[in-house]
T-cell receptor, first 117, second 113 residues
Framework: AQKITQTQPGMFVQEKEAVTLDCTYD???????LFWYKQPSSGEMIFLIY??????QNATEGRYSLNFQKARKSANLVISASQLGDSAMYFC??????????????FGTGTRLTIIP | GAGVSQSPRYKVAKRGQDVALRCDPI?????LFWYQQALGQGPEFLTY????????KSGLPSDRFFAERPEGSVSTLKIQRTQQEDSAVYLC???????????FGPGTRLTVL
């Protein structure tokens, strides 16, 4: 079974500072994908960034980067130059590639990020 | 282009009523997923379709939950005889192909009184 652990229930960060959101995962599979989603108060889940287990370089998307440390089974999200609009819940998720035809996501419990002006 | 849409956005039901939640995936997306998100928790998988075939329904919490996607596009999640523990946000996601990124709709917040 797969498990995602997010140990930071909430974080407060000053605007324009960088922030790291922690995520560790547990799986016995060799092929998997790691995702970060943002969920504002409006409720929709917004895809931010993806890292495949075989990708050798850390993924980057604009101000978002994923610090992937495979041996430690961690996939931390780094947001550079935080903005007020970054205030939201952030979820780490894992997808395991299976032969059963399902690619469901397993989510962590989330981190609520609040950006302080 | 248009994203995933869900309706209604909010639904209040009396205990024992049946409800139907609709999901319109992104056009052309083959895979469709339903998730349930309880308050303060991450989403949990309910069921998965590839085109019209329901390939995995292992996450459905009881036989009161039923999902369909008859023409391989729009999907409906039906909950019969709703209970208070069914109160949650129900999220729909679609992906172009099975292993692609899943894109989520805004969710339907169900409150059972």
């Amino acid at each position: 079974a797969q498990k995602i652990t997010q140990t930071q229930p909430g974080m407060f960060v000053q605007e324009k500072e960088a922030v790291t959101l922690d995520c560790t995962y547990d799986t016995s599979d060799q092929s998997y994908g790691l995702f970060w989603y943002k969920q504002p108060s409006s409720g929709e889940m917004i895809f931010l960034i993806y890292q495949g287990s075989y990708d050798e370089q850390n993924a980057t998307e604009g101000r978002y980067s994923l610090n992937f440390q495979k041996a430690r089974k961690s996939a931390n999200l780094v947001i550079s130059a935080s903005q007020l609009g970054d205030s939201a819940m952030y979820f780490c998720a894992m997808r395991v590639h299976s032969n059963f035809g399902n690619e469901k996501l397993t989510f962590g419990t989330g981190t609520r990020l609040t950006i302080i002006p | 282009g248009a994203g995933v849409s869900q309706s209604p956005r909010y639904k209040v039901a009396k205990r024992g009523q049946d409800v139907a939640l609709r999901c319109d995936p992104i056009s052309g997306h083959v895979s469709l997923f339903w998730y349930q998100q309880a308050l303060g928790q991450g989403p949990e998988f309910l069921t998965y379709f590839q085109n019209e075939a329901q390939l995995d329904k292992s996450g459905l919490p009881s036989d009161r939950f039923f999902a369909e996607r008859p023409e391989g596009s729009v999907s409906t999640l039906k909950i019969q005889r709703t209970q208070q523990e069914d109160s949650a946000v129900y999220l729909c996601a679609s992906s172009l192909r099975l292993a692609d990124t899943q894109y989520f709709g805004p969710g339907t917040r169900l409150t059972v009184l």
